[in-house]
C-alpha cells in the first residue's frame, strides 16, 4: 500500500516539470529578464515543449509567449544590427551631400561678390546701373544647381546678348539705339566675336562644371536615400524563423551565453538579406560613376577653376568688345556708332580646400557594401563565434556547424539549408532602389561626359 502514494507523487513532480532530470532555467530567467521581459510565467525548471512552434519541442526553458516575444525580439535585433552596421555608410552619404553642398553654395557667393566688388571699382556707375544683368546671372546659376529646370546654354547666350547691347550702347552712347537694331546685334554676335572667345569657352567651361556638379551633389543625395531605405529590412515569416531559431532558440535549451556559429549565422543573414545583396552590382556601378565625376570635379571641370577667374573673364571680354567698338559697329550698320571704359585690374581669389578628395576616398570604401552585410555582422563578437569553433550554437544544439556557406543573392539561396527564400518573387521595394540607382548612374556617366540629362530626380 505505501507503494501507491509515492507513484502518485512522483507522477506528480514530474508533470510539473520538477523531477530529479529537470535542469534549472535560472540562466534562461536571469538574460530573459536582462532583455527587459517580464518573468510572470517563466519557468523555474525545464518543461515538456510540444507546445514550441519553432524551437526544439524535447524539454525546454520556454513557453509559448516567452518563445514569441522572443521571435519578435529577434526581428528588433536584425533591424537594429543593420541599422548600426549601416551606420557609417549613411552618415558619410549624409555628411559629404552637405559638405559639398556648402562649399558649392559659398563658393557661388564669393565669386559673385568678387565680380561685384571688382566692377563696382572698374566700371563705377555704369556698372551699378546695370548690375541686374549680373544678379540673374548669378542666381540662374544657383537655381540650376540646386534642381531647377534651367538651360544653362540657353541662360548663358541670353547673358552675353544682354551684355552686348548694354556695353555697346555705353560705349555709342552719342546714338539712341532702338529695340530691333539692338536685337539685331545680337543676332549677329556669333559673327562678329563682339566679345572674342570668351563667351564660347565660358559657356563650354561653366556648363560642363555645372553639370558634373549639380550630378555629383544629386548622387550623393540619392546614395543617401538608397542606403536609408535599404537599411530598414523586410523580414519574411521563413527568416523569422531562422531568426529565431539563430539567436533565441538556445535560451529555450537552457544555453543563453551560447552564441550561434559563424558559418550558420552566415547562412542565417545571407537568406534574410538576399534581397540587399542583389542591389550590389548596380551600387558598383554607381560609385564607379560617382569617382568618374569627382575625378572631372577635380581635375578638367574643376568649378573653382570656372568660378573664381569668372569676374576677370567677364571683364576681359568687356574690354575686347571695347577695343573692338570701331569695327563692330561699322560690320553691324550694313545688314541690320563709339566711346570708353577704364584700366583693368586683376582680381584676388582665394582657392577653398575641394571636399571632392575627401569624398572620393569614402566612396571608395562604399563599394560591395551590401553583399558583404551578412559577412560584416556576423564577424561581431557578440553576435557569433569564428567559423572554426564548436563551442556555439549550430541551430540545435552545442557544436560544430557543418553545412557551407551559400554564396550571396536570391538566386543563391535556393541551396540554404537555414532559410526557407522564394527565389522567384524579388523585393519589389529594393527593385525600385535598383532603378533609382541606375537612372543616377546614368546620368552621372553622362555628366562625365560634359552632357546634362534632364531626367525626373530619381528622389522624387
Given at each position: 500500500?505505501?507503494?501507491?502514494?509515492?507513484?502518485?507523487?512522483?507522477?506528480?513532480?514530474?508533470?510539473?516539470?520538477?523531477?530529479?532530470?529537470?535542469?534549472?532555467?535560472?540562466?534562461?530567467?536571469?538574460?530573459?529578464?536582462?532583455?527587459?521581459?517580464?518573468?510572470?510565467?517563466?519557468?523555474?525548471?525545464?518543461?515538456?515543449?510540444?507546445?514550441?512552434?519553432?524551437?526544439?519541442?524535447?524539454?525546454?526553458?520556454?513557453?509559448?509567449?516567452?518563445?514569441?516575444?522572443?521571435?519578435?525580439?529577434?526581428?528588433?535585433?536584425?533591424?537594429?544590427?543593420?541599422?548600426?552596421?549601416?551606420?557609417?555608410?549613411?552618415?558619410?552619404?549624409?555628411?559629404?551631400?552637405?559638405?559639398?553642398?556648402?562649399?558649392?553654395?559659398?563658393?557661388?557667393?564669393?565669386?559673385?561678390?568678387?565680380?561685384?566688388?571688382?566692377?563696382?571699382?572698374?566700371?563705377?556707375?555704369?556698372?551699378?546701373?546695370?548690375?541686374?544683368?549680373?544678379?540673374?546671372?548669378?542666381?540662374?546659376?544657383?537655381?540650376?544647381?540646386?534642381?531647377?529646370?534651367?538651360?544653362?546654354?540657353?541662360?548663358?547666350?541670353?547673358?552675353?546678348?544682354?551684355?552686348?547691347?548694354?556695353?555697346?550702347?555705353?560705349?555709342?552712347?552719342?546714338?539712341?539705339?532702338?529695340?530691333?537694331?539692338?536685337?539685331?546685334?545680337?543676332?549677329y554676335a556669333d559673327q562678329l566675336k563682339p566679345f572674342g572667345d570668351?563667351?564660347?569657352?565660358?559657356?563650354?567651361?561653366?556648363?560642363?562644371?555645372?553639370?558634373?556638379?549639380?550630378?555629383?551633389?544629386?548622387?550623393?543625395?540619392?546614395?543617401?536615400?538608397?542606403?536609408?531605405?535599404?537599411?530598414?529590412?523586410?523580414?519574411?515569416?521563413?527568416?523569422?524563423?531562422?531568426?529565431?531559431?539563430?539567436?533565441?532558440?538556445?535560451?529555450?535549451?537552457?544555453?543563453?551565453?551560447?552564441?550561434?556559429?559563424?558559418?550558420?549565422?552566415?547562412?542565417?543573414?545571407?537568406?534574410?538579406?538576399?534581397?540587399?545583396?542583389?542591389?550590389?552590382?548596380?551600387?558598383?556601378?554607381?560609385?564607379?560613376?560617382?569617382?568618374?565625376?569627382?575625378?572631372?570635379?577635380?581635375?578638367?571641370?574643376?568649378?573653382?577653376a570656372v568660378m573664381e577667374p569668372l569676374d576677370v573673364k567677364i571683364?576681359?571680354?568687356?574690354?575686347?568688345?571695347?577695343?573692338?567698338?570701331?569695327?563692330?559697329?561699322?560690320?553691324?550698320?550694313?545688314?541690320?556708332?563709339?566711346?570708353?571704359?577704364?584700366?583693368?585690374?586683376?582680381?584676388?581669389?582665394?582657392?577653398?580646400?575641394?571636399?571632392?578628395?575627401?569624398?572620393?576616398?569614402?566612396?571608395?570604401?562604399?563599394?560591395?557594401?551590401?553583399?558583404?552585410?551578412?559577412?560584416?555582422?556576423?564577424?561581431?563578437?557578440?553576435?557569433?563565434?569564428?567559423?572554426?569553433?564548436?563551442?556555439?550554437?549550430?541551430?540545435?544544439?552545442?557544436?560544430?556547424?557543418?553545412?557551407?556557406?551559400?554564396?550571396?543573392?536570391?538566386?543563391?539561396?535556393?541551396?540554404?539549408?537555414?532559410?526557407?527564400?522564394?527565389?522567384?518573387?524579388?523585393?519589389?521595394?529594393?527593385?525600385?532602389?535598383?532603378?533609382?540607382?541606375?537612372?543616377?548612374?546614368?546620368?552621372?556617366?553622362?555628366?562625365?561626359?560634359?552632357?546634362?540629362?534632364?531626367?525626373?530626380?530619381?528622389?522624387?
Open positions: 500500500m505505501l507503494g501507491i502514494p509515492f507513484v502518485l507523487c512522483t507522477l506528480v513532480l514530474v508533470a510539473l516539470g520538477a523531477d530529479a532530470t529537470s535542469r534549472s532555467c535560472g540562466d534562461v530567467r536571469h538574460a530573459y529578464a536582462a532583455k527587459g521581459f517580464a518573468l510572470a510565467g517563466a519557468p523555474q525548471h525545464e518543461i515538456a515543449g510540444e507546445h514550441l512552434r519553432v524551437c526544439s519541442q524535447g524539454y525546454t526553458c520556454c513557453t509559448l509567449e516567452m518563445e514569441e516575444r522572443l521571435s519578435d525580439q529577434s526581428k528588433m535585433d536584425l533591424q537594429s544590427l543593420l541599422e548600426e552596421t549601416s551606420s557609417t555608410l549613411r552618415s558619410t552619404f549624409t555628411s559629404r551631400h552637405k559638405k559639398f553642398d556648402e562649399f558649392f553654395l559659398e563658393l557661388l557667393d564669393n565669386s559673385e561678390k568678387s565680380l561685384n566688388d571688382m566692377f563696382v571699382r572698374t566700371y563705377g556707375k555704369l556698372y551699378t546701373h546695370n548690375s541686374e544683368i549680373f544678379e540673374d546671372l548669378f542666381s540662374e546659376l544657383k537655381r540650376y544647381y540646386t534642381g531647377g529646370n534651367v538651360n544653362l546654354e540657353e541662360m548663358l547666350n541670353d547673358f552675353w546678348s544682354r551684355l552686348l547691347e548694354r556695353v555697346f550702347q555705353l560705349l555709342n552712347s552719342q546714338y539712341t539705339f532702338g529695340d530691333d537694331y539692338l536685337e539685331c546685334i545680337s543676332k570668351a563667351p564660347h569657352k565660358l559657356k563650354a567651361q561653366v556648363t560642363r562644371a555645372f553639370v558634373a556638379a549639380r550630378t555629383f551633389v544629386q548622387g550623393l543625395m540619392v546614395g543617401r536615400e538608397v542606403a536609408n531605405r535599404v537599411s530598414k529590412v523586410n523580414i519574411s515569416p521563413a527568416c523569422s524563423k531562422a531568426l529565431t531559431r539563430l539567436m533565441y532558440c538556445p535560451y529555450c535549451a537552457g544555453l543563453p551565453e551560447l552564441r550561434p556559429c559563424g558559418n550558420y549565422c552566415r547562412n542565417v543573414l545571407k537568406g534574410c538579406l538576399a534581397n540587399q545583396a542583389d542591389l550590389d552590382p548596380e551600387w558598383n556601378l554607381f560609385i564607379d560613376a560617382m569617382l568618374l565625376v569627382a575625378d572631372r570635379l577635380e581635375g578638367p571641370f574643376n568649378i573653382e571683364s576681359e571680354a568687356i574690354m575686347t568688345l571695347q577695343d573692338n567698338s570701331m569695327q563692330v559697329s561699322a560690320k553691324v550698320t550694313p545688314p541690320c556708332l563709339h566711346p570708353s571704359l577704364q584700366h583693368h585690374p586683376t582680381s584676388t581669389h582665394r582657392y577653398n580646400h575641394h571636399p571632392v578628395i575627401d569624398i572620393k576616398e569614402k566612396l571608395k570604401k562604399a563599394k560591395r557594401f551590401w553583399s558583404a552585410l551578412p559577412e560584416d555582422m556576423c564577424t561581431q563578437e557578440r553576435v557569433s563565434t569564428p567559423p572554426e569553433s564548436e563551442q556555439c550554437w549550430n541551430s540545435h544544439t552545442k557544436g560544430r556547424y557543418f553545412p557551407e556557406v551559400v554564396k550571396d543573392g536570391l538566386t543563391s539561396q535556393l541551396s540554404n539549408p537555414e532559410v526557407e527564400v522564394d527565389i522567384t518573387r524579388p523585393d519589389t521595394f529594393i527593385r525600385q532602389q535598383i532603378m533609382a540607382l541606375r537612372v543616377m548612374t546614368n546620368k552621372l556617366r553622362s555628366a562625365y561626359n560634359g552632357n546634362d540629362i534632364l531626367f525626373p530626380d530619381s528622389s522624387e
